[in-house]
């Protein structure tokens, strides 16, 4: 029997309160991930207690930047075992949810994890973000893009920006203190079409692990030719010095 005193008590200090199904549906990603992880890499975190605040609170400080009450469209780009995106979803299942991942098995496992728990208006895809904002029917659709992956802010924002809305906004999650990152990602999101719109750092509750925040809302269209083909933004990250 899992003991859930202390999630439960870090999720009150951001005024969420989770129904008994909610806590079933965080139970049981707990126990789909650990199980899968043992024949793929989904995590390294497998502990529960540091899952449930490493990955599943973590997930969750988005409401520390963003009112996600409303009827919301949400990408979660290179989504890994769920994170942020499903976590999102529990909480907020008003939320019209999209997941991507680059690779298929993982998002093999996101399929099964969300017919298991049973959720709704909530995709998983395989792609590339660089293919994915090509299509019309994804560009400029969503009202908010999260991402926890680990690349730079000036490469994640040419990944997650041209998806976003114009009015909407895209939240990097960082574990670090990442101000002269966002200086440098500056030029690059002014270009994408973005603006930086604020910064929200914190300590995950109880606890001393540092978390940051950087919302960029979206304030005009993002040129058709970003992003660019698949690996360019990770090879030449946009500067004023690169010629596009």
């Not at 659709?141 to 991402?147: G, T």
């Not at 109880?206 to 030719?225: C, G, H, M, Q, W």
Request: proline share 3%.
């Amino acid at each position: 029997m899992y003991h859930t005193e202390q999630f439960q008590k870090d999720l009150l200090e951001w005024d969420i309160v989770l129904s008994d199904r909610q806590l079933e549906q965080f139970l049981q990603y707990y126990e789909i991930l650990t199980e899968w992880n043992k024949f793929m890499n989904l995590t390294a975190v497998t502990e529960y207690e540091e899952v449930m605040k490493k990955h599943f609170v973590d997930s969750l400080s988005a409401v520390r930047a963003l009112d996600l009450t409303g009827d919301l469209t949400l990408l979660d780009i290179g989504t890994g075992a769920g994170f942020p995106g499903i976590p999102l979803k529990i909480v907020f299942p008003n939320l019209k949810v999209t997941l991507l991942d680059s690779l298929n098995k993982r998002v093999r496992f996101l399929q099964t994890l969300i017919e298991k728990l049973e959720l709704t208006r909530i995709e998983a895809f395989h792609g590339r973000a660089e293919d994915f904002a090509k299509e019309k029917n994804r560009r400029e659709q969503f009202d908010v893009c999260v991402s926890r992956a680990v690349s730079n802010m000036t490469v994640l924002s040419e990944y997650c920006l041209p998806f976003v809305k114009i009015g909407g906004k895209f939240i990097s999650y960082k574990s670090e203190k990442a101000e002269e990152e966002i200086e440098e990602a500056e030029w690059a999101i002014e270009q994408l079409g973005g603006k930086v719109e604020k910064q929200v750092k914190m300590y995950l509750p109880n606890s001393d692990i540092f978390r940051n925040l950087f919302v960029i809302e979206k304030i005009k269209a993002t040129p058709k030719y970003f992003p660019r083909k698949a690996g360019m933004a990770l090879k030449e990250p946009l500067c004023k010095k690169l010629s596009l």
